[in-house]
C-alpha cells in the first residue's frame, strides 16, 4: 500500500439483495468518504462508491463493479484509502492514524518503550497499541496531550509520559 493513501473506511458486507454495500467511514464527517471517490482497495483497485441512505453503523452505497449480494459479501472487511492529497489538512495537534503507526515511542529520559503496532479506539477515546521486545503483550497508552506530549514525524518519534503500570518493565526502573 501506498504511504499517499490514507484509510477512510471499510466494507462492512451486503445490505439488502441488489449488490448495495454497508460503508463504515472512519472520516471526521462520516459521509464525507463518498467526497474521496474514487477510492482504493489494498491490492490497488480502484473503486466508485455512491452514497445511498445512511443505515445502522454506517451507509449504504452502491459500488462500482458490484451488482449482487455475493459480490458485495464478499467484500466484507475491505479497508478503503483515499489519495491522500484529496484529504482536509489537518491541524497542528491531529495525526492520521496511517502516520502515527511505526514511530519509535521513547519515554521523557529517552529510553526506547516500543514501536506503534496500531492506532484503536475502542469508543472513549484513541490508544496507541505498542509493541517491544520486552513486553510479553502490546501496550495500550491513551492518546492524549497528558500521556503523548510530543509527536514528531519528521524523526518519527513519539514522546510519552505514561501513567503507572502501562510499561512494566518502566515502572521496575
Not at 467526497?35 to 451507509?59: A, M
Not at 496500531?118 to 477515546?125: E, H, L, R
Request: glycine content about 10%; proline content about 8%; hydrophobic content about 40%.
Amino acid at each position: 500500500m501506498s504511504d499517499d493513501r490514507i484509510c477512510v473506511g471499510s466494507i462492512g458486507g451486503s445490505f439488502g439483495v441488489h449488490g448495495e454495500v454497508r460503508i463504515k467511514s472512519y472520516c471526521a464527517e462520516p459521509a464525507a468518504i463518498a467526497d474521496y471517490s474514487p477510492l482504493w482497495t489494498k491490492d490497488g483497485q480502484q473503486v466508485s462508491i455512491e452514497i445511498t441512505r445512511p443505515v445502522k453503523n454506517g451507509y449504504s452505497a452502491t459500488m462500482s463493479g458490484v451488482s449482487s449480494k455475493e459480490q458485495a459479501d464478499a467484500l466484507k472487511g475491505t479497508d478503503l484509502f483515499a489519495e491522500r492529497d484529496q484529504l482536509p489538512a489537518l491541524p497542528d495537534d491531529e495525526y492520521y492514524h496511517a502516520d502515527l503507526i511505526g514511530l519509535t515511542v521513547l519515554d521523557t529520559g529517552g529510553a526506547v518503550l516500543g514501536r506503534v503496532k496500531s492506532v484503536q479506539n475502542f469508543g472513549a477515546a484513541d490508544l496507541l497499541e505498542i509493541t517491544a521486545p520486552g513486553l510479553p503483550t502490546p501496550a495500550l497508552l491513551p492518546f492524549t496531550l497528558v500521556n503523548v506530549p510530543t509527536v514528531d514525524l519528521a524523526s518519527g518519534r513519539i514522546i510519552a509520559d505514561p501513567p503507572e503500570g502501562i510499561f512494566p518493565e518502566a515502572d521496575a526502573d
